[in-house]
Nanobody, 122 residues
């Protein structure tokens, strides 16, 4: 059973940057689609970004396009989310997830991390 552990969250000011990491253990990510989702207080979980197994195809939510970049290092079993120009509305718990399918809906992801909190102050 793969375990996904997110790190890199924190409290920042609007306009700052953060880099989230998701490290996998007990299994590989190399042949899987990986994604980041987030959930703000009182809101449903939403898709943020996804990357295919080779790192050649990426997808982003419109709300983060141009500001966030997803990447992966299969040799390190790690996925990253570089977040620039952060806004207060980016405040949420960020989760990474693994899927066998090229999907962006959470229901298609079978393995999830515990999440890391990102708080952006205005």
């Amino acid at each position: 059973q793969v375990q996904l552990v997110e790190s890199g969250g924190g409290l920042v000011q609007a306009g700052d940057s953060l880099r989230l990491s998701c490290a996998a253990s007990g299994g590989t990510i190399s042949s899987y689609q990986m994604a980041w989702f987030r959930q703000a207080p009182g809101k449903e979980r939403e898709f943020v970004a996804a990357i295919n197994w080779a790192g050649a195809v990426t997808n982003y939510a419109d709300s983060v396009k141009g500001r966030f970049t997803i990447s992966r290092e299969n040799a390190k079993n790690t996925v990253y989310l570089q977040m620039n120009s952060l806004k207060p509305e980016d405040t949420a718990v960020y989760y990474c997830a693994r899927s066998r399918y090229p999907a962006i809906t959470g229901a298609n992801y079978s393995s999830w991390g515990q999440g890391t909190q990102v708080t952006v102050s205005s």
